[in-house]
């Protein structure tokens, strides 16, 4: 099936809580603090949808010469068919055009598939946040800070 993306609205907030759940149990945002982040200066989301469904999310802030990812996630029903690649692809197209330079973002240490994906599109490790995720069932877990260049592709 074809993957669509486009910009969220208001609408989506409630779908996409749902959606942001599955993806990130521990850490899920609700509808309230995902429209919080709408309302940010710069900021933006992209949804990606197979048949009408969401599959995919990416929010995100863009300013000056920066963009900031917030939450990247896929439907676990959804993953390694490349739809996370192709929000990130998007969105340093967008970023570009709005006149960032870079893309940064944090991703927990011990999301080996996450940090696989980054480094294959060009982010490299530029900081470290300790004990930055607070699991219910577990330890903290540190936070690897991201930055790539903006001036290549994603895909």
């Not at 900021?43 to 300013?63: C, H, K, M, N, W």
Request: hydrophobic share 50%; with cysteine.
């Amino acid at each position: 099936m074809t993957i669509e993306l486009r910009t969220v609205s208001r609408a989506d907030l409630g779908p996409l809580a749902r959606l942001h759940a599955q993806c990130f149990a521990e850490d899920a945002w609700d509808a309230a603090a995902l429209e919080s982040i709408l309302a940010m200066k710069g900021a933006e989301a992209r949804l990606a949808e197979e048949a009408a469904q969401p599959v995919g999310l990416l929010f995100a802030v863009i300013v000056a010469e920066e963009a900031e990812i917030l939450t990247l996630g896929v439907a676990p029903r959804a993953r390694r068919r490349g739809i996370a690649r192709l929000l990130l692809g998007d969105l340093f197209a967008r970023a570009r055009a709005l006149g960032a330079r870079c893309v940064v973002l944090e991703v927990a240490a011990d999301n080996s598939a996450a940090l696989a994906l980054y480094e294959s599109i060009g982010f490299r490790t530029v900081g470290l946040r300790h004990g930055y995720y607070h699991r219910e069932n577990g330890p903290a877990i540190d936070a690897w800070l991201l930055r790539a260049s903006i001036d290549r592709d994603a895909g």
